[in-house]
């Protein structure tokens, strides 16, 4: 039994030499993984509401490419347009959770027109409500690119939660029933089938073209017809030769409005002053502050 005790002993030392290693080694991945946890619990963001502010966020949707969003808080009333001018709250991250930018913080919301933001912004607003609050999460592309900005490095994606506060009103807005399109369609400000592309400027296509479409500043040959809201024909060129003009010459809905159009293509613009005459208007036949409706023909 004496001899025996010898290979006993060797046996418990060599264990202790295996087992020590193994725990420390053991405690160091717990140590790890809990400093792990700690810095991503630390850097992980949440909404407003508590809930998941992540970009690898579930309930995702994507709007547009690059652009995803997820509603937090529905608003009510009338939805945002594209272009608007907007009162707002906001907060900026980067994905590892670095705070770029709050109006919060400032305690007092910004004001902007979305035509001269980032394209994520410009897509992600239009469609919220007033009081509405909205996560977006925005690809590099739809953001600043490879450009850095103050805390924004390049080639960043950008997380945001939004609130609305208010959509401000397009001034110089009026409406009216105007006169029927030359397919009889309405002719009106309350025409259903407009578009908004931004400033209050609407348009709705009532003949498709064919061909190369029309570029911003292109020179273009059209034929027209433009009316106030009331119906009051202003101008025409029908029946006569078309016109020819580099659209830089001519108003901004004109400049913003005839692009993407294809030659043979028709198209009705509903354009508010400020797009159009202003405040001063074109004497004799248009007065100041008159929102203007237009059918145009684009003939090459």
């Known amino acids: 039994m004496a001899g025996a005790a010898q290979p006993d002993g060797l046996d418990k030392q060599k264990m202790k030499q295996i087992l020590v290693p193994a725990l420390a080694v053991g405690v160091i991945i717990v140590l790890v993984s809990l ?8 850097t992980a963001k949440k909404m407003s509401d508590g809930s998941d502010g992540s970009p690898d966020d579930p309930g995702l949707k994507e709007l547009t490419p ?17 272009g608007a001018e907007v009162k707002i709250h906001y907060t900026g991250w980067l994905v ?51 450009t850095s900005k103050g805390k ?22 009026t409406t009216g029933p105007g006169k029927p399109m030359s397919d009889g369609s309405n002719g009106g400000t309350d025409d259903p089938g407009l578009k908004d592309i ?30 106030l809201v009331d119906g009051t024909q202003f101008d025409s060129n029908k029946g006569k030769a078309p016109n020819t003009w580099p659209l830089t010459s001519l108003v901004q809905g004109w400049q913003k409005g005839i692009p993407g159009m294809k ?3 028709i198209r009705k613009l509903v354009v508010p002053s400020d797009l159009g005459y202003g405040e001063r208007g074109s004497e004799p036949s248009i007065p100041g502050g008159a929102t203007l409706i237009f059918e145009v023909e684009l003939v090459k």
């Open 152 to 173: 924004i490095p390049a080639n960043s994606t950008l997380i945001f939660e939004v609130e609305l506060i208010e959509v401000m009103s397009q001034k110089n807005v």
């Open 263 to 265: 030659p043979g293509g």
């Open 198 to 227: 931004g400033e209050g400027l609407k348009v709705r296509d009532l003949k498709e073209g064919t061909g190369e479409p029309a570029a911003p500043g292109a020179t273009v040959t059209i034929h027209y017809t433009g009316w």
């Open 96 to 146: 590892d959770g670095t705070q770029f930018d709050s109006s919060k913080d400032r305690g007092q919301p910004a004001q902007f027109k979305l035509a001269g933001l980032i394209k994520g912004w410009q897509e992600g607003i239009p469609g919220m409500k007033p009081g509405g609050i909205r996560k977006l999460v925005i690809a590099p592309d739809k953001g600043y690119g490879s």
């Open 66 to 82: 690059g652009v995803k969003y997820r509603d937090i808080k529905a608003g009510v009333g009338e939805e945002c347009p594209a």
């Open 35 to 42: 400093v792990i946890y700690v810095s991503d619990a630390a």
